[in-house]
């Protein structure tokens, strides 16, 4: 049945561009701008979202079985109603964006979850998730000459987005978390007669600082850990607003650990990790009080801990690492005024070393809207 339903959806993506009632009652896989008169998933019914869905419906549309973008797509789920209301007693879950897989390459994004109804009502009885950002890949590069490594940054969060002059959310709804960045390491090593440096992802556990061979004496070596992604955000936007569940902004995502062993120089530099996603309402129904309690803003990502040794430069003559703290806290916005923040992340300490001394500082966590204040420590 799921072979024959899947390969119906062409067919049915043909009609609506003419635009029939479309009334999905098996499981499908749907992609593509879908334009129709009516809109409807059968009770029980998933349809899978390998790529972006856009639905513009004239007239109702109801889910009444659920969405699901695909895992690793970062796939969007948009509908937008004419006339008429936009019902989900099922749910809708965008994709997650893409783990980045080559050395250094960025995470993807999530899919956001888009909900529109120009004369009418948004009425969310079931769970709206937006995608969560996919995780960047560490770089490892060891070998000879002047090494500069940059791993790949974490993917953002999607958003959800809902606007209608009327908007009732059950279940609550959810924005997608940022990925975190990956790992960079550098080592100068003298290479044998013909070798080649070696290039991979595997620097996701770099040695703890001093546990290495000696230094060699020459070689530049420069590691740069990537940012973490931005969590999504939760926005809506009605003149009446009825709310059962908790609008939850996405988190940021963290920053990995950035290790370089060189020769004569060596430098090493934390990202700044994802901010937290904000929560925004405006409308003028929202009751305060107990309402308010149901909005949360996104924590900002993580830099480890002040404990944590995150970025690590070793070299005979000079040496240098730095961050730039934790991630920005989310906001509550309520018709544009901050009423609360999250929490800043955490941030993680730094080492330089050289012949002639060692500097350790640690960076600062982005407390509440403030952001983390940069540290960087050189020796000598």
């Given at each position: 049945m799921r072979r024959s339903a899947r390969a119906l959806a062409p067919f049915l993506l043909l009609l609506a561009a003419c635009g029939p009632d479309v009334n999905i009652v098996r499981d499908s896989t749907f992609r593509g701008h879908v334009k129709a008169r009516t809109f409807s998933v059968a009770r029980g019914v998933v349809v899978t979202v390998p790529a972006d869905l856009v639905v513009e419906s004239a007239g109702p549309a109801i889910i009444e079985g659920s969405i699901r973008g695909e895992v690793g797509s970062g796939a969007s789920i948009e509908i937008r109603v004419s006339t008429g209301d936009l019902v989900v007693l099922g749910g809708l879950q965008a994709g997650s964006g893409a783990e980045a897989e080559n050395p250094g390459s960025t995470g993807g994004p999530g899919g956001r979850v888009l909900l529109r109804a120009d004369h009418g009502e948004i009425r969310a009885h079931?769970?709206?998730?937006?995608?969560?950002?996919?995780?960047?890949?560490?770089?490892?590069?060891?070998?000879?000459?002047?090494?500069?490594?940059?791993?790949?940054?974490?993917?953002?969060?999607?958003?959800?987005?809902?606007t209608a002059a009327s908007v009732e959310i059950d279940s609550g709804a959810a924005a997608g978390d940022g990925g975190d960045g990956g790992a960079a390491l550098a080592r100068s090593v003298v290479l044998a007669p013909g070798a080649v440096n070696v290039v991979d992802s595997g620097a996701d556990a770099p040695e703890r600082p001093g546990a290495e061979e000696p230094l060699p004496a020459a070689g530049?070596?420069?590691?740069?850990?990537?940012?973490?992604?931005?969590?999504?955000?939760?926005?809506?936007?009605?003149?009446?607003?009825?709310?059962?569940?908790?609008?939850?902004?996405?988190?940021?995502?963290?920053?990995?650990?950035?290790?370089?062993?060189?020769?004569?120089?060596?430098?090493?530099?934390?990202?700044?990790?994802?901010?937290?996603?904000?929560?925004?309402?405006?409308?003028?129904?929202?009751?305060?009080?107990?309402?308010?309690?149901?909005?949360?803003?996104?924590?900002?990502?993580?830099?480890?801990?002040?404990?944590d040794i995150m970025a690590d430069a070793s070299a005979h003559a000079s040496a240098s690492a730095s961050t730039l703290g934790g991630g920005d806290a989310g906001s509550v916005l309520l018709g544009g005024r901050t009423t609360a923040t999250g929490d800043g992340g955490d941030g993680g300490g730094v080492l330089a070393q050289s012949d002639a001394k060692a500097r350790f500082g640690v960076g600062a966590a982005g407390n509440g809207a403030a952001a983390g204040a940069p540290v960087s420590k050189k020796a000598p």
């Open positions: 079931g769970p709206l998730e937006a995608g969560a950002g996919g995780d960047g890949a560490g770089r490892r590069e060891e070998g000879g000459g002047e090494l500069r490594v940059v791993s790949g940054a974490g993917g953002a969060g999607g958003d959800v987005e809902l530049v070596a420069s590691a740069t850990a990537g940012a973490g992604g931005n969590g999504g955000s939760v926005r809506v936007t009605a003149a009446k607003l009825a709310l059962g569940g908790p609008l939850r902004a996405g988190t940021g995502g963290s920053v990995a650990r950035a290790s370089a062993r060189g020769g004569t120089s060596a430098t090493a530099a934390l990202s700044k990790p994802g901010a937290g996603g904000d929560v925004s309402v405006r409308s003028s129904g929202l009751m305060l009080g107990a309402s308010e309690r149901l909005l949360i803003p996104g924590d900002g990502g993580d830099a480890g801990l002040p404990s």
